[in-house]
């Protein structure tokens, strides 16, 4: 499925760079949870979260709505933000970006710490 959106191309793109707490706690989860990823968010989102790229998908029409690929993390220390490309394919994509991230720094922070237990 995720294979697929590889041949819709996006809307925009845009340089971005994602907050060092966020990207290290994702490589955390892809390591100790499962790689790939998928978490399931409200408004029937699929967020799929590879090491490459993480990717918002509609999960009933199985649309991309928005990716964050191209990670450059090399060369940066740890609480450095990591540069990266943001892919719109959804007009209302830079609705819904935010607030994904937001739900999945809170699903993957409450996995993470059911583990440590």
């Given at each position: 499925?995720v ?11 845009l340089?971005?760079?994602?907050d ?19 978490l ?7 967020l ?19 990716e964050w690929a191209?990670f450059?993390p090399s060369g940066r220390a740890?609480?450095?933000p ?7 394919y959804?007009?209302h994509?830079g609705l ?7 739900t ?6 409450t ?7």
């Open positions: 499925m294979t697929r959106v590889r041949d819709i191309p996006p809307l925009r793109s340089p971005l760079s994602v060092a707490v966020r990207y290290n706690r994702v490589r955390l989860a892809l390591r100790r949870l499962a790689n790939p990823l998928r399931e968010l409200p408004r029937g989102i699929d799929f979260l590879e090491e490459t790229s993480w990717l918002c998908m509609h999960g009933e029409s199985e649309l991309p709505l928005v191209e450059a740890l609480h450095e990591v540069c990266c490309v943001m892919h719109i959804h007009v994509a819904i970006s935010s607030s994904s991230l937001a999945m720094d809170t699903m993957l922070e996995r993470l710490a059911a583990m440590r237990r």
